[in-house]
Each structure stands twice: as structure tokens, then as C-alpha cells.
């Protein structure tokens, strides 16, 4: 329903906008004028509510489009709303994001408030926060002007001063990048002096002044009021303070304002987005008229129903009144969570996935597969590019046209000359990138800087990579490498699959969504901190499950790396939802009970024995508590003990290399007959399976140790690491 196109619809009457709506959707059009708050769920067609709403005000004679302001927060939003109108039969209302609405308004009323032309505004601030940090002394690289920026903006919108903004920050927990508070306050101060200087404003000066001019100017305040009647905002949760200060000033005494929302959808709140003046609507408006929107026809059942759990489940959903939504859509498939052991592994096995989809029919274009942190992409790049798959990144560059990543190649490539084999290929990479920003360890702060700092691990990476395939290479054939991916990675620009993050994918919408790394540490970010922060992060993961129309796949790796310890667990979030997460047949390195595993892994482990919670994670991996007695068959356990010493001696290497005991304990008590179960196994991961795989099998099913350790596997010396 939310989903048809207006302009087929030749609507002339009042009576003829409201064909079609759902029962709570008509209730929001015929709302009489006043303050009207609407709790908006995911795919319950809000857009459509509000544009009827205008239009059959308009139809009806209450309202005159030209006394009609609706804003938005982007200007893509701001033209569907026009389009929808237009085919509603209505033309003249203005719709316009909070930015394009003041500054018209600016440059109209400056010559009378203050005389001559509106100043210039800023196209980006980074060049006077360059030099407004180089006055002040400070060395900042370009990662950290663009962070230092962001606070600048939060400042601002925030009604914060240089006086003013220490104990603000102080109390919001703000961590500006590479300055304390005090710090940040001079830098602030500093910053205005130079668009002083310079004569120009930025983005958020243009809100400030107009509500400056709009306070003091009386006679100003009246003609805004006088032409604009009646407000519509959308998406109200992420409305930050200065906003909010803008909106009172073009409401003055009048309530006529319809604002729509979902607190369930607040992601920004980094940024001074509040849900605060949502939430509080109605006591401000004690008279005003209350709707929720909770019939989701974008998403099947199955993925409504894994998304309501989801939200529901945090410990300020009451508080937040997240709608718990109800599907119209025919049912689909269940949403799956697979597991795999490493993240090439998952980023390949996503890419095999949307392969198939599409040779199955389902077009590139609504295929999406979304992360937490743009870090992610660079694997899904290049697995989609090794399967032939076309994608478009979303909100950010393709890893390679970052330019901590070009600037970091550059400095490689010229080191490659002069590579003498002195130092391993791995340190040899970090050493020569540090000229790029590398540090070993990693930034304190988030944003930009630590998105860098991680593109910056992605090619240390894969040095390491390279040379566990090909053990004699050096720089120049890490710098061939890297071109090979770099060119492979030029898809043509058609409609392809959308790798984007899951705050660029807010507003969008796709058949299949794919979201990988759903670990925690990375949904919820490990950078979160306090229940405010986590609950975001929840929120977050929840925008994303509702992006899915039909099909809905999670994934997470247990390591970074292949052949690494299995250290990540599945997102606490998805404990809510473990009884409704199907399992794949095939999963990671053919684990077929890894995702079953998995949902189970994101609630309390206990023992087996006796039901204790598992403290350890030794007693994770075997399934029970330190002080119950072992359940495996002792001659299985020796047998594999014995060949584990026999195997660590002859590749010289400590016996924990080859397995550790508790890697050794497990697999003796769940006797694997398959390789797929064996891989299941945490501290099996895909290289010790091809490595020992064959010989534990032989071992569990009986086989002696002589008759395993006579022949020792070609790939065995590749394991040492």
C-alpha cells in the first residue's frame, strides 16, 4: 500500500486523497488543524500519511499550499514530498530540509535586518578549522580537521559557546580528537575569528542567524508567520536543539504544526539529534492529537517479527514507546544468522550469496549489504569483485580511493625499491605506513580518525595475508598486490549491489539486505559506552533489519583473520530473536550447525552437567564448568594428546600451536565424523582444518596414532605462525 505511486492517481476531491488509506494513516489526513504527533514505525508508509494529510487540507479548503511549510532532513526526501504532492493534485507547498529553508529565508530579510548581501557560506569547514588550529599552534592531520569539524557542528546545533561548551562536553561524554575539552573550547573560539576574518558563515551559522534575526526583529518574526500557517516535520526524533529553536520561532503563539517520528529510528544522537522533543510532544501540546502508524507493508512477517523483538527488548523501549509493528506482507523466509570462522571467509560467502541471487533473478539493485563502520566494505569489495558482481558504495568511497589508503600505497611503493629483505614483510608495511598515520594501537577516539586507522589495518593485513600464500614475497609484490585489487575493484557505474553503513542506509530500502559483522564489538561498537550509547547501537542494528523487504541474512566471523582464535560471540541483541533465526545448511567452512550455535552462543552459556554459568572461555569452547568431570572417552583424548606432541616436535613449535587443550578437550567430547562438524569447533578454523583435519577424523573414529603421524601433511609447516 505505502508503496504506490500517487501520480496514478487522478485526485481532484478532498474525499478522493483519502481512497486508499489505512485506518490509521486516514486518521492523520483528517486530523483537524492543531498539533498533531505521529509515531511513525518502519514501512508504515509515513510519507504518505503526511503528504495526504496536506493534501486533503488543501482539498478541502482549510489550508493554502502557499502557507505550507514541510521540512525535512534531506533534500532527497524534500522531492519525493514535492513529487507526491504534485501527483496529489497540489502545488505551491514548500518543502525543504531545515538548512534550504533558512537560508532562503536568510537572504531575503538580510538587507532589511542587517544591509548589503548575505555572506558567503562555507562549502566545507575544513579549511578554517585548519587554520584556525594552525593560529592556535596545534597539529592536526586531515582525518582529525574533519573530526575536529563534527565537533564544531555538535557544538553549534547544540546553542553551546566557547564559554560554554567544556561542561557541556564534560557532561555529554564527548571525546574531541587529539584535545581535551578545554582544548576544543579554544579551537572553537579560534574558529569563529577566522570566518570572521574571512566574512563568511557556515551551515549552522545559517540556522543561528535566522533565528537570531527572527528574535530580535519583530516585525520580521510577523512576516514569516503571516506566510507560513501551518508546519509539517518529518523524521522528528533527529531533531537537534537549534532546529528545534528555529521551529518554535516560525510557529510564534500557534500550534498548527504535524510532526512525525520514530524514537525507535534515533541514530544520530552523536551528531545533537535528540528524541526528546518527540517524545515530549505531548506534553507541550497537552491538546494535541496522538497516531502511531504501525502497519509495516515493506517487510515480510518474519523479518517484522525479529525486528520487534529486537527493539522491544532493551531496557528503554517502554520509556522510548518504539511501535511494535505489525506485518501486511505476505510471508517470506525466516532470517538466517550464519556464522563463519574469519572475515574473508564471511565476505566471500556474501558475495557467493548475492551471486546466486541474482543468476536466481533478483536484480543487483535491491541487493544490499550493510556494516557498522566503513572499514568493513573493503572485504565485500573485493568478494563481490572476485564473483563478477557489480556494487556501488553508498556514503563513503571505495576502500582504495580513500586517501589514507592511496597516500599509504604511494609510500609503499616507494620503499618497494629499496627493500633489502631485512626486516618481515608485515613489520616492514606498518614501519613504511606509519608516514600514513599507522600506529599499532588504536585511536581513543571514533569517527574519521578511527575509520582511517582501520583502513590503515586493512592493508597491514593484507601483507600478512599475502605472505602466509606466498612466503618469499616482499614490498614489490605487496604493491603488485595491491594494484591488482585496486584495478578489480573498478566496477563500471551501472545499478549494483549497495554496500553502505548502516547509518547511510537510514530511509532505504531494498528486496534482499544482507548485514555482516553482527559481533559484538562492532553492533554494539565497542567505542559505546554508558546504556544510552548501547541502546543507539540497537536502534541501529533495528533500522537496518527494516531496510529488508523479503529476505533477511546476518552473519559475523569469529576472527579477523583465517586460522585465528575464535574470540568474537554473535551481537547480544540477537539473543531477543534467537527462536525466530533459521540456520543455514551450509555454513562458513561447512559447519553446518554453526548459526544454531551461534543464536544459542548470544544467550548465557551454561554447563552441561550441572547448569552453571560458563565463566571462561575454556569452558565455553568445551561446554562445561572447571569443576565437572570430563565426558569424553579417555583413549580418544590420549590418542589425540600423543599426536598433537608428535606433530608440535616435528614442526617444532609449542604443542598449544597445533591445539589448545581446550580445542583438544572439545573435540574429544563431541567426536566429529565430518570435516563440517569438526570446523564447528571453536579453534578449528579453515587453515587447521585443511592442515589436520584428515588425521583428528582418523583419530576420533579409532585410528591409531602411528598410522597418522607416519606421513605428515604438506600443508603442516604452513601452520606455523
Known amino acids: 500500500m505505502s508503496g504506490t505511486n500517487p501520480a496514478a492517481y487522478p485526485l481532484l476531491t478532498a474525499d478522493a486523497v483519502l481512497a486508499g488509506l489505512d485506518p490509521e494513516q486516514r486518521q492523520v489526513a483528517t486530523a483537524p488543524p492543531g498539533p498533531v504527533c505521529v509515531l511513525a514505525g518502519a514501512g508504515t508508509g509515513k510519507t504518505r500519511a503526511i503528504t495526504h494529510r496536506i493534501a486533503y487540507a488543501v482539498h478541502s479548503g482549510l489550508h493554502q499550499p502557499q502557507r505550507v511549510l514541510a521540512v525535512t532532513f534531506t533534500a532527497r526526501a524534500a522531492g519525493e514530498m514535492r513529487t507526491r504532492l504534485r501527483g496529489l493534485g497540489v502545488r505551491g507547498v514548500q518543502a525543504r530540509t531545515f538548512h534550504a529553508a533558512a537560508l532562503r529565508q536568510l537572504h531575503y530579510f538580510w538587507p532589511q535586518a542587517v544591509g548589503g548581501a548575505a555572506p558567503e557560506v562555507l562549502a566545507q569547514k575544513a579549511p578554517a578549522v585548519a587554520e584556525a588550529v594552525s593560529r592556535l599552534r596545534m597539529r592536526f592531520d586531515r582525518t582529525a580537521i574533519r573530526d575536529l569539524s563534527a565537533e564544531i557542528e555538535w557544538a553549534k546545533v547544540s546553542l553551546l559557546t566557547a564559554e560554554s561548551y567544556p561542561d557541556a562536553a564534560r557532561a555529554a561524554r564527548r571525546k574531541p580528537p587529539g584535545v581535551d575539552v578545554t582544548g576544543m573550547a579554544r579551537v572553537l573560539d579560534a574558529y569563529e575569528e577566522v570566518k570572521h576574518r574571512r566574512g563568511v558563515i557556515d551551515f549552522e551559522d545559517v540556522l543561528l542567524l535566522t533565528v537570531g534575526i527572527l528574535a530580535d526583529r519583530d516585525d520580521i518574526a510577523r512576516a514569516v508567520r503571516d506566510q507560513y500557517r501551518h508546519f509539517v516535520v518529518d523524521e522528528y526524533q533527529d531533531v537537534n ?191 613504511v605506513m606509519t608516514g600514513a598515520g599507522w600506529t599499532p594501537e588504536p585511536p581513543s577516539g571514533s569517527g574519521a580518525v578511527r575509520e582511517r586507522w582501520e583502513s590503515l589495518r586493512a592493508l597491514a593485513q ?63 561498537i565497542s567505542m559505546a559506552e554508558g546504556l544510552d550509547d548501547i541502546e543507539e547501537e540497537r536502534r541501529l542494528l533495528y533500522v537496518g533489519l527494516t531496510r529488508a523487504r523479503r529476505r533477511l541474512e546476518l552473519s559475523f566471523a569469529g576472527s579477523r583473520a583465517p586460522g585465528g582464535r575464535a574470540t568474537r560471540r554473535p551481537s547480544r541483541f540477537l539473543a531477543a530473536g534467537s527462536d525466530v533465526l533459521g540456520e543455514q545448511a ?39 564448568c572447571a569443576d565437572c568431570p570430563p565426558t569424553y572417552d ?88
Open 241 to 431: 536543539a537549534l532546529q528545534q529553536r528555529l521551529l518554535d520561532l516560525w510557529l510564534g503563539e500557534r500550534c498548527d504544526v504535524c510532526v512525525v517520528g520514530d524514537p525507535a529510528q534515533t541514530i544520530y544522537s552523536f551528531t545533537g539529534a535528540s528524541p526528546r522533543y518527540l517524545l515530549g510532544f505531548r506534553r507541550r501540546f497537552p491538546d494535541a492529537t496522538m497516531v502511531r502508524l504501525v502497519r509495516n507493508y515493506r517487510s515480510s512477517p518474519e523479518i517484522v517479527d525479529l525486528a520487534n523483538r529486537i527493539v522491544s527488548s532493551g531496557p528503554q523501549a517502554a520509556r522510548d514507546g518504539a511501535v511494535q509493528l505489525r506485518a501486511q506482507a505476505d510471508p517470506g523466509p525466516r532470517p538466517l544468522l550464519t556464522s563463519h570462522p574469519d572475515d574473508p571467509s564471511e565476505a566471500a560467502a556474501v558475495a557467493a550469496r548475492a551471486k546466486a541471487l541474482i543468476d536466481e533473478g533478483t536484480l543487483a539493485g535491491q541487493i544490499a549489504v550493510l556494516f557498522r563502520i566503513n572499514a568493513q566494505s573493503e572485504a565485500i569489495e573485493h568478494a563481490l569483485a572476485d564473483q563478477g558482481v557489480p556494487y556501488l558504495v553508498r556514503g563513503g568511497e571505495r576502500f582504495f580511493a580513500r586517501k589514507e589508503v592511496r597516500d599509504a600505497i604511494l609510500l609503499l611503493r616507494g620503499a618497494a625499491r629499496g627493500d633489502d629483505g631485512d626486516k618481515p614483510l608485515g613489520h616492514l608495511t606498518r614501519d
Open 462 to 524: 593484507l601483507a600478512d595475508d599475502l605472505l602466509e600464500t606466498v612466503p618469499e614475497a616482499r614490498l614489490p609484490e605487496l604493491v603488485a598486490e595491491l594494484d591488482r585489487r585496486a584495478a578489480e575493484q573498478h566496477a563500471p557505474a551501472v545499478q549494483g549491489v549497495t554496500l553502505a553503513s548502516l547509518h547511510a542506509a537510514k530511509g532505504l530500502e531494498w528486496d534482499v539486505v544482507f548485514i555482516v559483522g553482527c559481533s559484538d564489538g562492532l553492533i554494539p
Open 586 to 624: 551450509q555454513v562458513g567452512a561447512g559447519s553446518r550447525g554453526a548459526s544454531r550455535r551461534a543464536t544459542k552462543a548470544a544467550e548465557r552459556a551454561q554447563c552441561r552437567s550441572c547448569g552453571a554459568q560458563l565463566g571462561t572461555a575454556a569452558e565455553r569452547k568445551t561446554g562445561r
Open 634 to 721: 579417555e583413549a580418544t583424548f590420549d590418542r589425540l594428546r600423543e599426536w598433537r606432541l608428535a606433530v608440535a616436535r616435528a614442526a617444532s613449535v609449542p604443542a598449544y600451536v597445533v591445539f589448545t587443550d581446550a580445542t583438544l578437550t572439545a573435540i574429544a567430547e563431541r567426536e566429529p565424523g565430518t570435516e563440517a562438524e569438526l570446523s564447528a569447533i571453536s579453534g578449528v578454523g579453515a587453515r587447521k582444518l585443511a592442515a589436520y583435519g584428515a588425521d583428528v577424523l582418523a583419530l576420533v573414529a579409532g585410528g591409531a596414532v602411528e598410522s597418522v603421524v607416519e606421513t605428515p601433511s604438506p600443508t603442516r609447516d604452513s601452520t606455523r605462525s
